[in-house]
């Protein structure tokens, strides 16, 4: 397999030459462990693949599916309660002012690009943000999570949200473009913005719900008695969705991405019915505004679902893989030409240095050279070393493509 580790380039050698080692036991060791010998191994692949691609916006390279040297690496909940830092803000302010303060929500979303140096920088904000714009008020309250004051359960409810002609996310949610605007100043050409949006389904879900209840009995129950209202409120959030995130493209976003963080509680009959044509009418409309942007897609718990993802939504970039199923069947069942995000446990974190080393490269072995973005299966956990987020991104950033 011609993926491999740069090892390192001692002192006074003679060539720099990039060549494809079989073991990963010189950089077992944590780099910010102390070990001199051990950041030579990191800096030295930093210094080869610098010469072939630009380091900066290998992220967007990739998600546009051309040649990068290695995989560029992000984590998807990068920017939250596991580093110290970020808790000295969630310890004090709640959620919706952290993400909504663009001083706050630039500085929580730039924590995790100074610390581990992704390729990556995401907004801090949440999939629910644009909701309250369209009538759709909610809170997140710590330890509970979302709740919705007046859940939507009847017509009448849906009736009320506002037509998608009067969603203003220039008046309504002016911080949202401050904060992408301030990141995308503040990153320039050291790596790549990311903007993100709920898909349909998963946002009129929690409008029924009015929690995170995990059975979806209240949206189940008008799914299979009263369809049409879960399709007239579902027709109203996928054009407020897509103008959505057009909005943070203008705004500065380089690479857009969809979670359907609710898509594993439905059947694949359902989901064909009640998620699929949604999501795929979203992205027609992101695509025929900035047909350039990527999009990669996120399904949690979709692993059986990739095949008709794939097959309805035609103008995906990227498809995101949760650790349900390894990378080497994804691409088997995808093929090449999609782009493929993922898929580490995010309990691996939790592992020791050598065995979170050795995920990293069996992930990039499966996934193959070329269009993969180093990715967890999910967000990062509570709990996760803030060194072994650390480790991820350095192991990342060793790997080299040696036919590239």
């Not at 629910?128 to 979302?146: C, H, N, Q, S, Y």
Request: charged content about 20%; proline content about 7%.
């Amino acid at each position: 397999m011609n993926v491999g580790l740069t090892p390192a380039l001692l002192p006074g050698s003679a060539t720099r030459k990039t060549h494809i080692c079989t073991s990963w036991a010189d950089v077992s060791r944590h780099p910010r462990s102390g070990s001199v010998h051990t950041r030579q191994s990191f800096i030295a692949c930093a210094l080869e693949s610098e010469s072939r691609s630009s380091p900066g916006k290998i992220l967007l390279e990739c998600a546009k599916g051309r040649p990068v040297p290695r995989p560029p690496v992000w984590l998807m909940r990068q920017a939250g309660r596991y580093m110290a830092d970020f808790r000295k803000f969630s310890d004090k302010y709640p959620f919706r002012m952290r993400s909504e303060t663009t001083e706050i929500a630039v500085e929580l979303s730039l924590q995790p690009w100074r610390a581990f140096e992704t390729d990556g920088v995401i907004m801090f904000s949440d999939i629910l943000t644009p909701l309250p714009a369209i009538g759709i008020d909610f809170d997140i309250v710590k330890g509970k999570g979302p709740t919705f004051p007046s859940p939507l359960r009847s017509q009448q409810d849906v009736d009320l949200v506002l037509e998608p002609h009067n969603f203003d996310p220039v008046g309504k949610l002016p911080f949202v473009r401050e904060t992408l605007s301030a990141l995308r100043s503040e990153i320039g050409e050291k790596s790549t913005l990311l903007g993100f949006v709920g898909c349909p389904w998963t946002l009129a879900a929690y409008a029924v719900e009015g929690c995170s209840r995990k059975d979806l009995r209240e949206t189940k129950r008008i799914m299979f008695s009263e369809p049409q209202i879960l399709h007239s409120l579902l027709g109203k959030i996928t054009e407020m969705v897509a103008s959505y995130a057009i909005y943070q493209i203008e705004s500065g976003a380089e690479v857009i991405q969809l979670f359907d963080s609710w898509a594993h509680h439905l059947s694949p009959s359902q989901y064909r019915r009640f998620s699929l044509p949604y999501a795929k009418r979203a992205v027609e409309i992101i695509k025929g505004a900035h047909p350039n942007t990527p999009i990669i897609f996120f399904a949690n718990g979709g692993s059986g679902k990739l095949e008709m993802i794939q097959q309805s939504i035609n103008d995906l970039d990227v498809m995101g893989i949760d650790w349900s199923i390894d990378l080497r069947s994804a691409r088997d069942s995808l093929g090449c030409e999609l782009g493929l995000q993922g898929n580490i446990d995010p309990s691996v974190l939790f592992g020791s240095d050598s065995f979170i080393i050795s995920a990293v490269q069996e992930n990039c072995r499966e996934a193959r050279p070329g269009n993969h973005i180093l990715n967890l299966g999910h967000g990062v956990m509570q709990g996760t070393p803030e060194r072994s987020v650390g480790l991820f991104c350095d192991a990342a950033r060793s790997v080299v493509y040696a036919d590239q």
